[in-house]
């Protein structure tokens, strides 16, 4: 055959016929080959795409455990995380739910006995209760029971106040003074505004209800409205305590931030143990920072992990709980390769050890904090530049390696915390007041809260008497300043 350098012309028709299926058969076979490589790479493209869904799944049974945590609190936890041991759940099932009350041994307390006894009443039978029989004899004995109420309607109090005129022969002039509590002006008393703002802002009462309190409980007709009057009145007084609070905010050592949603904007939290001031901005950008705290702060920042706080130039402390919660989702998320969850459980002990240390910071140091101190950043240095193999968890090691020096300065202080829980607690009042009225729907609103939110916290923090203190705002705005210094 190999004589034959064209078969397709040999003489032979069965030479031709067998040359002719040769060529059928290879470009057949080629055709195969071409479609199989397709096929393959459809195959390898599914695989990846499948890939990406299962860890797009377990993302989102993450979000879908923490939506259930907030609805249904403790009834909501189950075995989603398979890198946890099954005696560890078993422990917590056995555990008994902790008891209300004190614990045994303690002393009882009741309420305190009343110094002064308004009305006396002796109460006599004239059947029995038990049997209904008529034949009573009265006892020697007696006892006592004391029983604290209120009075509704609350009675309301009318003071006249008669101005009576002088003339001033040094200026010329006719004038006159002003009474005790009174507000010139105004039909309503300083009283009853202080307690009306207190209802909205230190209970977050609408303004309707806080209405209906002042009709059903003290007799006195109010609008809506004029509750609205009530807070522009007093945030008048505040505005310049709101500054200072502002400008002592900027000159503290350190300070907590944090932020919330507030009807389409966002309320800004910055507050220490002395004082708290709350703004309400557009957003929860850099700008929206700056514009409160400016470009250079002084002391030390505690917050979360939000970007926009990179922008501010000072000495930052990231929340470590927010970092272990962050590391709990990534551990679901990666709980199919156990090196990288041996990784984070690593990453996540030196974070506790981090968080036990600073805790352990008082007037006295450990004897052993410079060593620990020591060990634990080296263990959290070298973790954080171990590169890892998968892609989103080489980008959160390398998020984290950036920041690394603000997860350790509260081991340089005592006074800043390794976690950003008074912020929250500083916002929880302000969620709440959301949740039930909604926020603030004007300008005007904004502003009113921003103010008399701020005084009412700092308030709270100096121990301050919430509705004495608004009436001596109202009466007095110098002394109401000096109670906050």
């Known amino acids: 055959m190999t004589r034959y350098k064209n078969l397709k012309g040999h003489d032979d028709p069965i030479v031709r016929e067998l040359y002719d299926e040769h060529k ?69 099932q056995d555990k008994k739910p902790k008891k209300p009350g004190r614990k045994k041994g303690h002393k009882g307390k009741t309420r305190k006995r009343p110094d002064r006894v308004d009305i006396h009443q002796d109460v006599l039978l004239k059947e029995c209760p038990e049997c209904h029989g008529k034949d009573l004899s009265l006892c020697r004995r007696h006892e006592d029971h004391y029983q604290e109420d209120i009075i509704i309607p609350v009675k309301t109090e009318v ?18 003074g002003n009474g005790i509590g009174e507000l010139p002006g105004s039909y309503i008393g300083p009283k009853a505004k202080s307690l009306a703002v207190f209802l909205r802002y230190h209970m977050s009462v609408p303004y309707r209800k806080v209405q209906m309190m002042f009709e059903k409980v ?129 990453l996540k002990k030196v974070i506790q050890g981090i968080i036990a240390l600073s805790d352990s910071m008082g007037k006295n140091l450990p004897e052993d904090f410079i060593v620990r101190k020591a060990d634990l950043t080296g263990r959290l240095r070298r973790l954080l530049n171990k590169e890892q193999k998968w892609k989103k968890a080489e980008k959160f090691r390398k998020r984290m390696l950036d920041r690394v020096e603000e997860f350790i300065t509260c081991l340089d202080y005592a006074e800043v915390c390794a976690h950003n829980n008074l912020a929250e607690r500083n916002l929880r009042p302000n969620v709440i007041m959301r949740k039930i009225t909604h926020g603030s729907r004007s300008e005007e609103g904004t502003k009113n809260h921003e103010v008399l939110m701020s005084l009412l916290q700092t308030a709270k923090l100096k121990e301050q008497n919430p509705i004495e203190y608004l009436y001596t705002l109202l009466t007095d705005p110098v002394i109401a300043g000096k109670l906050l210094a």
């Open 24 to 92: 059928r058969l290879r470009q057949e076979s080629e055709r195969i080959i071409r479609k199989n490589r397709r096929y393959e790479k459809e195959i390898a493209r599914l695989k990846g795409n499948i890939q990406s869904l299962k860890l797009d799944m377990k993302e989102l049974l993450v979000q879908l455990k923490e939506l259930k945590d907030m609805v249904f609190k403790k009834a909501s936890k189950r075995k989603w995380l398979s890198w946890r041991k099954d005696d560890e759940d078993d422990d917590e």
């Open 159 to 176: 003071t006249r106040f008669r101005h009576h005129y002088y003339y001033c022969r040094c200026c010329g002039k006719t004038v006159h």
């Open 218 to 346: 003290f007799n006195m007709e109010l609008n809506a409205s004029t509750c609205v009057g009530f807070d522009r009145q007093i945030r008048s007084r505040g505005q310049p305590l709101y500054e200072e609070l502002l400008a002592r905010i900027k000159s503290s050592t350190w300070i907590n931030a944090d932020e919330t949603g507030w009807k389409g904007k966002w309320l800004w939290c910055m507050g220490n143990m002395e004082s708290v001031v709350y703004s309400i901005r557009p957003g929860r950008g850099q700008k929206d920072l700056k514009y409160i705290l400016g470009d250079k702060y002084a002391g030390v920042l505690i917050s979360d992990l939000l970007g926009a706080y990179n922008a501010i130039k000072c000495r930052k402390q990231r929340c470590l709980v927010h970092l272990l919660r962050l590391i709990k989702k990534w551990m679901v998320y990666f709980d199919h390769d156990k090196r990288t969850v041996k990784y984070l459980l690593e």
